[in-house]
Nanobody, 123 residues
Framework: QVQLVESGGGLVQAGGSLRLSCAAS????????MGWFRQAPGKEREFVAV????????LYADSVKGRFTISRDNAKNTVYLQMNSLKPEDTAVYYC????????????????WGQGTQVTVSS
């Protein structure tokens, strides 16, 4: 079965960095754009970043532009999110997801989600 497993979350001080990883199995990884989303307590899940299957196309939420970088390694079936200059408002559970419709779309009923990894940024 399809599995997406996130790792790399943790507690970091404001201004610090974390690198999240999402390892995929059970699917043809290069068929999908891959996205990162986050959900803070009491808030709806929101888009963070997406990378195309070619690795060339990338989109970011305005709130993370210039601080976060998404990348992927199709040979390792893994997508990454490098997060720099972290702020307390980045605190959330971060999820990776397949995005079969590509950049500019949202995950649909045919897409898959990981279980999430907690990122906590202290002030």
């Amino acid at each position: 079965q399809v599995q997406l497993v996130e790792s790399g979350g943790g507690l970091v001080q404001a201004g610090g960095s974390l690198r999240l990883s999402c390892a995929a199995s059970g699917l043809t990884f290069s068929n999908y754009a891959m996205g990162w989303f986050r959900q803070a307590p009491g808030k709806e899940r929101e888009f963070v970043a997406v990378v195309s299957w070619t690795t060339i196309g990338k989109l970011y939420a305005d709130s993370v532009k210039g601080r976060f970088t998404i990348s992927r390694d199709n040979a390792k079936n893994t997508v990454y999110l490098q997060m720099n200059s972290l702020k307390p408002e980045d605190t959330a559970v971060y999820y990776c997801a397949t995005m079969e419709k590509g950049l500019g779309s949202t995950p649909n009923e045919n897409d898959y989600w990981g279980q999430g990894t907690q990122v906590t940024v202290s002030s």
